[in-house]
C-alpha cells in the first residue's frame, strides 16, 4: 500500500469513526449554540466527532498538520507539507433540525492539493471517497452528468450568505431561476458537490470565499470524476478562491454566468 493509498484508507476510517460520533446525537434533542450568526449552529456532537477524527488520525501520522471547524484546528491550508481538512458536520443545521442531509468530512492534502477524501453520511447510508484514480459513491466509481443543454439542468446555490448579504444570495438564486431547468439547495456542500461528482446534480455556485473544510473534499471528487471546478472568473479553484463553480463541465460557463449575476452587490 502506498502512502497515499493509506491515507484513502485512513480519510475513509476516520470520517467513518467521526459520523458514528455525531450519528448518536443525531435527533436527540441536543443543546445548540450559536457562533457567527444566527444560522450559524454547532453543538457538542461536532466537538466530540471533530476530536474523534484527530484522534484517529493522530495515531497515524502524529505530524501532520490539521485544518478543521471546530476549537483550535487550523482555519486555512499550509502549501506545503500533509494536511487533513477535517469537517465533523457539514451541515450542522440541517442535522439539529433532524434533516439527514449531513456528512463528516476528511481530505488529505500534500503541498495544498487534495490527494485523497471520504465524505461519510450515515443518515443517507452513503460514502463518498476519490483518490488519484477516480471518485465513488459505496465504492461505485461515479462520473459527472453528460447533460449538455442549460435547460435540463438542475444547480444548486451553496454556502449560506450572511443577513448583510443577502442581495448577493437573491442575485444568484434568480441567475439559477433564469438559466437553468431546476433549482435545489441542501444545506450541505460537501454532499452537494459529491452530487455533482455523481451527476445528480449538474452544477452547484456560490460567489464567496468558502471554508477549506465546506469544499476540500468534495471539490476533489469533482474533478476526479470528470468535472470542472474553478472560481467566479473561471480559474482553477484553490482555498484561497473567491466563490467556488463546480459543474459537470459542459456548460461552465452558463454556471459561472449565475455566480457573477450578484457582483453588482459586492461590497454592499
Not at 497515524?60 to 482555519?75: M, N, Q, R, S, T
Not at 465546506?214 to 468535472?227: E, H, L, P, S
Not at 466563490?243 to 456548460?251: D, K, P, Q, T, Y
Request: glycine residues 8%.
Amino acid at each position: 500500500m502506498t502512502n497515499v493509498e493509506s491515507r484513502l484508507e485512513l480519510a475513509e476510517r476516520a470520517a467513518t469513526a467521526g459520523s458514528e460520533i455525531a450519528a448518536d446525537g443525531f435527533r436527540s434533542g441536543l443543546a445548540v449554540e450559536t457562533k457567527s450568526n444566527k444560522t450559524d449552529v454547532v453543538t457538542e456532537a461536532d466537538r466530540n466527532s471533530q476530536r474523534r477524527v484527530i484522534e484517529v488520525i493522530r495515531n497515524e501520522f502524529p505530524e501532520d498538520a490539521i485544518v478543521g471547524e471546530e476549537e483550535d484546528a487550523l482555519k486555512e491550508v499550509p502549501t506545503e507539507g500533509d494536511v487533513w481538512v477535517i469537517d465533523p458536520i457539514d451541515g450542522t443545521n440541517n442535522f439539529v433540525r433532524g434533516i439527514p442531509l449531513w456528512t463528516t468530512s476528511v481530505a488529505a492534502v500534500r503541498d495544498g492539493e487534495a490527494v485523497a477524501a471520504a465524505n461519510v453520511c450515515p443518515a443517507l447510508d452513503d460514502v463518498y471517497t476519490a483518490d488519484a484514480d477516480g471518485a465513488y459513491l459505496n465504492g461505485e466509481r461515479i462520473t459527472v452528468s453528460d447533460r449538455t443543454d442549460p435547460e435540463t439542468f438542475t444547480v444548486c446555490p451553496t454556502v449560506w450568505w450572511d443577513f448583510d448579504r443577502r442581495e448577493e444570495y437573491a442575485a444568484t438564486v434568480e441567475g439559477i431561476v433564469k438559466r437553468f431547468g431546476d433549482m435545489r439547495r441542501f444545506g450541505c456542500a460537501q454532499i452537494v458537490l459529491g452530487m455533482v461528482a455523481s451527476g445528480a446534480l449538474d452544477g452547484t455556485v456560490t460567489n464567496i470565499v468558502p471554508n477549506p473544510w465546506d469544499t476540500v473534499a468534495g471539490a476533489f471528487m469533482v474533478r476526479q470524476a470528470g468535472g470542472t471546478v474553478t472560481d467566479i472568473h473561471g480559474e482553477p479553484w484553490t482555498t484561497e478562491s473567491r466563490g467556488l463553480v463546480a459543474s459537470n463541465g459542459e456548460a461552465h460557463e452558463e454556471v459561472l454566468a449565475a455566480a457573477r449575476d450578484a457582483e453588482p452587490y459586492y461590497g454592499n
